[in-house]
């Protein structure tokens, strides 16, 4: 086989594996055997150029950032859809219908998708791009970032029209958003509020490595487009699965209004079976002829109509108001409920955010409150039914001292969260601080779990993380649901996570605001703790992607001598608390203040290798030439409106060779 057939056959298995897993949701290869072919494509694709291919499923992991999103205009505009909310709306949309067309009128059903609509064209089989709805005349080109999600196909299967658009929504399912809020709170940032919301910004982001990271997926609904072979939005919503589309199964054709409503019924209560937000459901007139005779209103068709679910609500009562304390010391104020069903489970608690909010809603203990269930997964409370408010009713005076410390709390110009200052003596903060120290992502502390944490903290065995470095076995025994063995287990594994880089660490030190990837800035930048704790603000926000809030919050941990007193603790205990001789090597500062354009196709590295290469040198690579560029590093293939900016401005174009000579 010729290599150029490798990386083919190599394409069209992940391609096809991709395909079974995140349209059909059925995997038929597990996670390490695809990610080795993953790796052998990217291999070979690097090392030959000549078969670069935009759609290969390498390019699904992004990388290219965008600054300002193209504005494009639709080919056809994007509509809004009308609403409806009774059986009488839809009685009377079936009787404007009938004064326009003639003959029987048969409809299909479908799930009303709740997250941002996209519309995509494919030419020749191939994605080509996605845009935006916009304003529904013009969107945004957010094709680098669409590329990512894997249920969106890059190349088609089957017998596909030559030119189409496809319309869909792209969403965030419940469990991909629950896991971006766990990390979010783990750097002491506020939760998303919900999936939608989410999911628009999302496809916004510059980054476009930053979106491949979210599980999002597309839902395609809609064709546009001449001599598509079908007639009727049914068969259409078929061709589409079968070109290798994600289009849900729920669709269904009815024949009147009353088998609509069967069908709004049914999902009405199976919709919270779904892994994904819908707000309701769309009716659409079948036949493509006479959604063609009916047109549009100034705003949507009026061949299709909206049906809104309405969200659910209940009212309860509530018992009381509690307040938590986060690993940053931010409270959060607690509803907690007399019990009820709502959209198929029993509510306990709900959030009430914060003081503002309770102010707001003027909520007091032994009202009688609504709940709803809408696109929050945490129930959300509307209001109070003044009706049923007790005479004697005490209106709530938020806490103004730690529940778990008393300590008086206090809250920032500008920030809605109060927040506990006790740093270093509030017992849900100090555990809070330490499970995060030995998470995964962090120390990855095998053997020690989160609640033997808490546990050695209320036996008085730790108050720091530091500590953890000199327990001894004899003192771990003692505990609940410990012996011999997970004894010797937490000891081994609290002394491997010396071995932990430096970058690691340094995310492990819990630092408001320090998640993974500023970490990883902070260390390779500064290369060691003492030269972070030395930095000014200043110097801090000039490290790229640093900005004041992140700068602040660095200053605000390293000037606590408390904090000082535990990093030397782990210093001496042989924690990495510098970057290693190892991951020094190739590292030069040749490139310092250097803003670097990467273009074209190269030969003998790939465009992630000199990138790297550029970064590891001190520069900054950067997506748009402009004036400050430094110079270009072209392959073949260079862009020409590229081309044409870089000599307008007089920029140095150097080839590969000329650029590993000058870093070599
Ligand atoms: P609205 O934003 O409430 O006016 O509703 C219109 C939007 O619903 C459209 O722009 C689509 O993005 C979205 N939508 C979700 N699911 C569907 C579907 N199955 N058919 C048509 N539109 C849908
Ligand atoms: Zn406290």
Redesign the pocket.
Known sequence: MSVEQQIQSLRNELNQHNYNYYVLDDTTISDFDFDIKLKELQDLEAKHPEFFDANSPTQRVGGEVIKNFETIPHAQR????D?SYSKEDLFDWETRLKKLIDGAIQYTC?????????SLTYEQGVLIKAVT?GDGFQGDNVTANVKTIKSVPLKLKGDYPEKFDI???IVLPFDGFNKMNEERVEIGEEPYRNPRNTASGSLKLQDSSEVAKRPLEC?L??LTGSNLGVNSQFDSLESARQWGFKVPKA?KLANSIDEILEFVDYWNVHRHDLPYE???V?I?VNNLQQQEELGYTAK?PRW?M?Y?FKAEQVSTKLNSITYQVGRTGAITPVANLEPVELAGTTVKRASLHNADQIEKLDIRVEDEVYVEKGGEIIPKILGVDLTKRPANSIPTDYITNCPECETELVRQEGEAQHYCPNYNGCKPQIIGRIQHFISRKAMDIEGLGGETVALLVHEGLISNYSDLYELTKEQVIPLERMAEKSAENLIQGVEQSKTIPFERVLYALGIRYVGETVAKKLAKHYKSIDAIAGATGEALVNVDEIGVKIAESVRAFFSSEDNIAIINRLKAFGVQLEISAEQLIGQTELLKGQSIVVSGVFESVSRDELKKLIEDNGGKVSSSISSKTSFIVAGDNMGPSKKTKAESLNILILSEYDFIQKIS
């Open positions: 994007m509509y809004s859809l609403n479908e799930l009303k998708y709740d997250g941002a609509s996209i709805r319309r869909g929504e839902m609904y809609n669709a819908t707000d309701g769309v659409k949507a299709a909206a809104k």
